[in-house]
Each structure stands twice: as C-alpha cells, then as structure tokens.
C-alpha cells in the first residue's frame, strides 16, 4: 500500500488524484482526521443551497432547488377530480419522482434506478405525514369535485443528499403553488375561468389563491464513519462510506422521519449528536 | 414525564411492552441452501437463501461479497413499497454479514410475506437472519428487529398488529444487534464507550413524534431485543442439538 511520496510539483498533484480513485478511505481518513472534508467544508456544515421558484412557467407551482451540485425540478400540476367516497372533503397529492439518465452516470436507460422508488416513496411518506398540506384546503365542492395535485419531481444532477434536495424542491414548490381560478359550467363540471369572466358563470373560488403550508419539514443527511459524522455528503462520500442517515425535522422540532437503513452500529450518543 | 405501568387496553389483551407470540422454524425449504419461516402472532415471513454464488452485480464493488434481496408481497404486483424494504433488508444484512470473506459472490435472499398482520419489515429481517444462520452465511452478530408505536396521547407500544399500526399517529421499525455473551473481557467489544449491544443498526420512522419519543421508543425497543435475542438463542441451540443426535 504506497503513500505517495512528494517528488516534485506535478507528480504530486497526479499522486494525489490517483491516491483518491485507489484509496478513497484512507484519502477521507486523512481529511477528517483535520475536522474537514476534501471539498474544504468543516464536517457540520452543508453546501451552498440555492432555491429558483416558478422554474416551470406552463406548471402551476415549480421549484428548482440546488444543494451544492445535487439538483432537482419540482412541478406541480393541479387537476380536478372527484374526491373518494371515504374521505370526500379532501384533495389528492401524487408525488412522483424521476431520475433520468442525465444526472449520473451510474443511471442507464431501460429501467428505473435503484434509488428512484425508494426516494420517491419516502418524499410521500413525509409530505403526507407530516400535515404540511391540510388536504381539506384542495375540496373545491364537498363530495363532488377536489383538485388531485400531480408533483413531479426529476433529478437533473445526483451528487448526494438526493433526498434532502427532493423535499426542498417539493416544499418549495408548493410554496410557491397558485391555485388557479375554476367555475362551474352548465353540465355541472369544473372548467378553468378565462381570464375576462363569463357574465353567467359563478367562479368557485374567487382568485388565484396560494396553498398554506404549516409544519414544513427540513431533513439533513449525514454519513458516519467511526466517529466522525459529516454532514451533506456528495455522491462520492455517500458510496464509499457504509453508514447513511437521514433525519427529518418539522418546523416544531418533531421528529418527521429518521431513516437509517443499515450501516455500522451507532451508539445512542452519536443518534443525539446528529438530532 | 412518562407514567410507568400505564394501564393501555390492546385488543388483544396484552399489556404495553408485551411482544405476540414468536415461532420460528429453520430448514423448512429443501432445494435452497439456508431458509427460516419466522411468525409474530399472525404476520408471517417466509425467507430463503441461495448463495453464494460467482459474481457480482453490475456497480458493486467486487471485492466485496454481495447481497440481493427480492421481496415479493402476498398480493399485488412489486411497487415502489417493496423496492423500499429490499433496499432496508440490503442495507441491514450488508452491516451484519462478514462481507469480505468470500469476494466476488451474490448471496440472494428472498423473502415471501405469507401473511400481513403489522411489523412486516421486523419479521422479515428476523427471518432472513434465521435463514442465514440456516445457510451458514457468515456474520458479526445477528439482527434483532422490532416495531414500537406512539400513539396521539404519547405511550408507546410494542409489536402493533395491522389495525393498531393504521391507529397510531407514528411508528418506528428499530433493528439491533443481539445481545452478546462473549469469552472476550468486557472492553474489547464496545463501540463508543457503550457496549455493543446498545447500538441501532437500522431505523425507520414514519409519522411524527417528537425526540424525546423517539428515545422512548429507542430505550423500550433495547429492552425487547435482549428477549428477541435470548429467543433466537435458545431456538439456534435447541436445533443445532437436534440435528447433531440426528447426525
């Protein structure tokens, strides 16, 4: 196992590159022995986020949402539909998530990747159970018509935190949901108003109206590795190190979800260090 | 603070902390090299094992061995809900299993959900624990997995059936490491300054609950492991005596 030895300017900085690809534990070791990490972040800290609202002009809500290179597009696409006979004073909410083969190279086309469907199924599980959207706010008439929201979200760039960037991209863009105007026709279906209103149509709901959002749930990635836990780690940091963690908070401070699968054993004091 | 001993009506008359009835029976398959049928009062896991076998899959790393996991549902076809528990179970059985003793191989491990009566993922990781040690796959320790709900008024319970787990405002599957009685000296095996078996090896939470109730939880779910575990040895042991006048 040879460290390579420092021989002059260039056949260092070639060392240091192939030292990474061959050895990437002990490369990361070796960073976080110093508290730091290779992309100069101290361990605690997160990458630069960024949020652009209204990505998708034809959606009704979007979001792109980018946390340090990882990013992802959330659209939401509201439809009017009849609610179900159990619960008839409620909307809908469909959460899809994709990742095509753009954002990382170990995606192929011809079949889902392996970690779409398990981020797609967490995203609903914490929108849904986290009561950020009261459902009763999409009826539109009790029994008979509700919106169904469509959210779409593709992942343009996977590096890491796949997760933490889905939810952000998906709270942002029901933030920025506008509810757009219905009224009801003649055969009693819902149509979408124009914008010069029909004399003889009602409009079910008065003006474009923005969806209220309690409890809006935040989550953190970190990957642990002996003692050291990092925070918002990249793709290369989530392959190499075993251990994932992912910790949803709410606004309140409740915990939304913690999600652990698998990994070396944490001990209860790392668990409280990382909430 | 939490009241001790509160008097919580279950439908099946069991008191809070109180885990169904375990059965367990390894072998039960012939042509599969390691399988155990695991049932926790009505939820039944069937899991079987083939392996190892030559090669590994496309993006993992060869010199490591690898573990597949397919998770097939009573009814319905594989969705996005069984992708989620194959990845937990991988994940899971990856930090269990010795992974570099035999490189460059695939164990497969295939789990069949016979019957759904709440804490599925538990049982099914219980199950294909027992399957493994059934195959002689080789392991650190083995997992101990349990289910614990809190309910709206803030107690928690153990071991939901499936009418209890739709009730109940959040739950939290929790797997463990067995408890160990090693011929080591006590230091050598703790991680952290606490012993070993105090570790979470994996958790999933749904719904929401607060910090303090995911502790709780945490604390009840340790509690109930050293039991799980002390059933799994002594069903391990029973058996390998069994087998052994039979031989």
Aim: aromatic share 4%; glycine share 6%; net charge negative.
């Amino acid at each position: 196992m040879g460290l390579p030895n420092a021989n002059g300017d260039l056949s260092t900085e070639v060392e240091v590159d192939a030292f990474r690809r061959l050895f990437p534990l002990h490369f990361y070791e070796k960073h976080l022995l110093e508290s730091i990490s290779p992309d100069a972040r101290p361990l605690g800290r997160a990458r630069e986020t960024t949020i652009a609202l209204g990505a998708v002009a034809s959606a009704n809500g979007s979001a792109l949402a980018k946390i340090g290179s990882t990013t992802m597009l959330a659209a939401i696409k509201m439809k009017v539909m009849t609610p179900s006979l159990e619960t008839p004073d409620e909307g809908c909410i469909v959460i899809d998530f994709h990742m095509p083969p753009i954002c990382s190279p170990i995606v192929r086309p011809g079949g889902p990747a392996e970690a779409a469907p398990v981020v797609a199924k967490q995203l609903s599980d914490t929108i849904l159970s986290s009561g950020m959207i009261n459902l009763k706010e999409l009826s539109l008439v009790s029994g008979k018509a509700a919106w169904m929201a469509y959210l779409d979200i593709y992942c343009l760039d996977a590096d890491g935190a796949l997760f933490d960037t889905a939810l952000l991209s998906a709270v942002a863009a029901f933030s920025h949901l506008e509810i757009p105007v219905v009224s009801l026709n003649d055969d009693g279906k819902i149509v979408l108003s124009e914008e010069q209103g029909l004399s003889d149509r009602e409009p079910v709901n008065k003006e474009k109206r923005k969806i209220n959002l309690s409890s809006v749930p935040f989550s953190l990635t970190c990957v642990l590795h002996k003692n050291y836990i990092l925070a918002d780690p990249t793709a290369e940091e989530e392959s190499i190190m075993d251990t994932i963690l992912t910790v949803v908070l709410d606004s309140s401070s409740q915990l939304v979800s913690l999600h652990k699968p698998g990994g070396t054993v944490l001990a209860y004091t790392s668990a409280i260090q990382v909430s | 603070m939490r009241e001790t001993a509160m008097e919580v009506d279950r439908e099946d008359g069991r008191s809070q902390n109180q885990l169904r009835p375990l059965a367990c029976s390894r072998n039960i398959l012939h042509r599969a090299h390691g399988s155990a049928s695991w049932s926790q009062g009505d939820t039944k896991v069937l899991a079987a094992v083939y392996g190892p076998k030559a090669g590994t899959k496309k993006n993992e790393n060869p010199e490591k061995a690898c573990i597949e996991v397919i998770w097939k549902p009573k009814t319905g076809q594989i969705g996005k809900p069984e992708k989620e528990y194959e990845m937990i179970l991988k994940r899971t059985l990856e930090s269990v299993c010795i992974l570099t003793v035999n490189p460059n191989t695939t164990t497969s491990i295939i789990v069949q959900v016979v019957n759904d009566d709440g804490a599925l993922l538990p049982s099914a990781i219980n199950a294909a624990c027992m399957a493994l040690v059934d195959a002689g796959i080789p392991m650190k320790h083995l997992a101990v997995a349990i289910c614990c709900c809190v309910a709206k008024s803030g107690y928690v319970i153990l071991d939901p059936t499936k009418l209890e787990e739709q009730k109940m405002k959040a739950f939290a599957y929790l797997v463990f490491p067995n408890s160990v009685h090693s011929v080591l000296p006590e230091g050598s095996l703790r991680v952290e300054g606490e012993p070993i078996e105090n570790g979470i090896i994996t958790s999933v939470t749904h719904g929401i609950m607060s910090v303090d109730d995911y502790f709780y939880c945490l604390e009840r779910g340790r509690a109930a492991s050293v039991k799980l575990s002390d059933f799994l040895r002594r069903n391990l042991q029973q058996q390998s005596t069994d087998s052994s006048k039979a031989g």
